[in-house]
């Protein structure tokens, strides 16, 4: 019942948000504008790369353009539900928008994690699909609905992981009270999803899949649809995304505890 609540609320949410950019078209074709520019400036180097030769440690320019696609599609998606929300930590508790969304008859971190919605952001998304598409093609890889399956799951437990993560450092805003470069240096990190995993050392690889674990949202999907990866991977993110849900929960629970509210 309580699930149904919450959607129903963050249907309201999309709805409201919608009407919002009616109200400012000239912020729907900046973001378009600025979203190609961002594309442009991560297939470009990819081109240039390629220029030289027809495969890095085993990716094609294909594959890395479609990689580019997925990236696109990730950040569109985090743009658009998340960081219009995330941004806004250390307002609401420095001016005690908290304190009202406490009383509110419905979950606070749900609330608050997916109150805002910039749709304007979807355009990237939108461009995303269609790099990705072209990446595809030009590979000329036939995958069937397994990989399919692979990847979006994959996709989709990245995205859950790198928002986990970008909550939890989000949540510190508890005790820090300002964590508006904390959301700085995330977005520069997620950066590195750009580019496929085995493009750097070891140790790095090992941090963007298991403490920022962008490898999920962006290599892992790729080199699924390419018929690289089995059952095994898709188990363990899901198996890590989960625990990522439970953990920023517990950060959650333990910061409303120690809040003090700032309009009193």
Known sequence: MRIWLHLKLWRRFFLQALVRETHYRAHFLTTLLVGLVQLGLGVVPTLLLFGFTSEVHGWSRAEVIALVGVFQIVTGLIATFVAPNLNRMTTYLTE??????????????FYLTFRWINVAELTNVASGIVVLVIGLVQTGISFGPRQVVQAFVLMCCGLVLLTSVWSALSF?????????????????????????????PVAVRTFLTFAFPVAFATTFPVRALAGDLGWSPVALGVGLSVLAVLLVRVVWRRGVLTYSSASS
Do not use: K, T
């Not at 005690?96 to 971190?109: H, K």
């Not at 805003?173 to 995330?186: D, E, H, K, R």
């Not at 520069?188 to 493009?199: H, I, N, Q, T």
């Open 172 to 200: 510190l805003a508890f005790w820090l009270q300002s964590v508006n470069s904390i959301g700085i240096v995330f977005l520069s990190l997620v950066e590195a999803g750009r580019y496929p995993l085995v493009f750097f």
């Open 96 to 109: 005690g928008e908290l304190d009202g969304v406490l009383l509110r008859p419905v979950s606070s971190q």
